[in-house]
């Protein structure tokens, strides 16, 4: 959205202009003032630690119109100034406003409890082969980041894949109302944000808000062998599309990993079969691709512009990644993790073939509530189990992993530290040239600092 008038701001924030200035619209919108610039819309979002209505008449000396809940300070006379009771409505009502503008437009919504990002890389890379298409950057995926991700796009792109994240009741529905997709994907529902929603059925409830906001001529794509797939199933008017299953219309025949991938016979009811050469390791990556493929399908792009799509997927940092680094396979999935992510990370690992050893450095899993004890301790019996040769857990919080990891039948080398470089220094004195080393951790965690602390020029 970079080019629209001042009425039009006006209109569909439902704001009042108390000064129109001379300035137009040429520049979009940005809601931090550290990155205002001519031609732009400053909005002043507000939150608990910030108010960005102090920065607005700052803002007023470049950008074209800035959009306030309260005047602070002397604004630029030829700046247009308009008020709203709430920023952060005005600011959903904007994206929803320009959604309407940017019809036709085929519009994929995805939720899930864990592999958001990674599915909707691989539906970008298989869409963009057969549209201009565009989707969601980084994890720019809640309140605020779907509405800009929506004004992000430009009139005239042809595909949009937005992802929608929440941790508490309530929260998809306006992001659905905002996007309004005509396919849905949900990845999985696990157990993340259970500190909040207190159960895996009230998680699978939210998640499937997306599947009631369908059109009754949308398909709703999902892991056939989910836990709640029937719930999805029957939360839709959409056509329902499980996929991964033994009879499921979009399947994997013959999987086979490798230390940097998987490959697998993609078959669709109808087209027939196709190889998939997938540049990222793990089961749950070859489910994450059925989802796309299925994606793709529906959308109507042919065998080979999925093939080719899914072989050229680019995945965001911190998700899975696989690098040798001076002889080291480095596995960098530090970006987040919960229950399920972290189990499907040290099942890859596991059994990644060609690295002597496999070692983990594992950080907290984030908002489980009363099951983060157990989570935990589930996670050290995981890694004991699967043979690691040691494992690493950063902080208090993983004290219970650690518990499990030496006290396990199987049980493990494992050692506590308190902070993420001292996590790199008791590593240092493990590894040697020829081992796997598995980062995971909440994003608070940090564990990418180890990993850049013991393989510097990994960081970017």
Same mark, same amino acid.
């Given at each position: 959205m970079k080019c629209i008038s001042i009425e039009q701001l006006s209109q569909a924030t439902a704001g009042i202009m108390t000064c129109c200035g001379r300035r137009a619209i040429t520049n979009g919108l940005t809601t931090d003032s550290r990155a205002v610039t001519p031609g732009c819309i400053f909005l002043a979002?507000?939150?608990?630690?910030?108010?960005?209505?102090?920065?607005?008449?700052?803002?007023?000396?470049?950008?074209?119109? /800035?959009?306030?809940?309260?005047?602070?300070?002397?604004?630029?006379?030829?700046?247009?100034?308009?008020?709203?009771?709430?920023?952060?409505?005005?600011?959903?009502?904007?994206?929803?406003?320009?959604?309407?503008?940017?019809?036709?437009?085929?519009?994929?919504?995805?939720?899930?409890?864990s592999g958001k990002t990674s599915t909707k890389d691989m539906c970008l890379a298989v869409l963009s082969r057969k549209y201009d298409t565009i989707a969601t950057k980084g994890n720019l995926n809640n309140h605020i980041g779907t509405p800009l991700s929506i004004l992000a796009a430009e009139k005239g792109v042809e595909a949009a894949i937005w992802e929608m994240g929440m941790n508490h009741a309530g929260e998809l529905a306006p992001l659905c109302a905002m996007t309004r997709p005509h396919i849905g994907i949900i990845t999985t529902i696990g157990s993340a944000h259970m500190e909040y929603l207190g159960s895996r059925e009230a998680i699978a409830e939210e998640k499937c808000t997306l599947a009631r906001a369908l059109p009754e001529n949308g398909y709703m794509i999902y892991p056939a062998a989910d836990d709640f797939a029937a719930t999805i199933a029957t939360s839709t008017q959409a056509t329902p599309l499980p996929v991964g299953g033994s009879d499921s219309t979009v399947r994997a025949l013959n999987v086979r990993s490798t230390?940097?991938?998987?490959?697998?016979?993609?078959?669709?009811?109808?087209? &027939?079969?196709?190889?998939?050469?997938?540049?990222?390791?793990?089961?749950?990556?070859?489910?994450?691709?059925?989802?796309?493929?299925?994606?793709?399908?529906?959308?109507?792009?042919?065998?080979?512009?999925?093939?080719?799509?899914?072989?050229?997927?680019?995945?965001?940092? &911190?998700?899975?990644?696989?690098?040798?680094?001076?002889?080291?396979?480095?596995?960098?999935?530090?970006?987040?993790?919960?229950?399920?992510?972290?189990?499907?990370?040290?099942?890859?690992?596991?059994?990644?073939?060609?690295?002597?050893?496999?070692?983990? /450095?594992? &950080?907290?899993?984030?908002?489980?509530?009363?099951?983060?004890?157990?989570?935990?301790e589930e996670m050290g019996l995981c890694a004991a189990g699967l043979g690691y040769a040691a494992v690493v857990v950063v902080g208090d919080e993983c004290a219970e992993t650690l518990a499990m990891c030496n006290g396990a039948a199987d049980r493990i080398p494992a050692l506590l530290v308190n902070t993420p470089a001292e996590a790199a220094v008791a590593l240092r004195q493990m590894i040697q040239p020829g081992d796997a080393i598995l980062f995971k951790g909440s994003r608070s965690a940090g564990m990418e600092r180890t990993m850049y602390e013991l393989f510097p020029t990994l960081k970017p």
């Open positions: 979002l507000s939150g608990e630690r910030f108010d960005g209505n102090n920065y607005a008449a700052e803002a007023s000396q470049t950008a074209a119109a /800035v959009v306030i809940s309260r005047r602070v300070g002397k604004f630029a006379p030829d700046c247009t100034i308009i008020e709203v009771d709430d920023t952060l409505v005005a600011l959903q009502k904007l994206a929803s406003w320009w959604r309407d503008i940017l019809d036709p437009l085929l519009v994929i919504g995805l939720t899930g409890s230390t940097t991938g998987s490959s697998y016979d993609l078959h669709i009811d109808g087209l &027939g079969n196709i190889r998939i050469e997938l540049p990222v390791p793990g089961a749950h990556m070859v489910s994450n691709s059925l989802l796309a493929a299925a994606a793709g399908w529906v959308a109507g792009c042919s065998l080979e512009q999925i093939a080719e799509g899914l072989s050229m997927a680019s995945l965001t940092r &911190g998700r899975l990644a696989c690098t040798e680094v001076d002889g080291y396979t480095v596995i960098d999935d530090t970006y987040n993790a919960n229950p399920e992510s972290m189990k499907a990370a040290l099942d890859t690992v596991a059994s990644l073939r060609g690295p002597k050893r496999r070692f983990a /450095v594992l &950080g907290k899993m984030g908002e489980l509530g009363e099951g983060g004890i157990a989570a935990h």
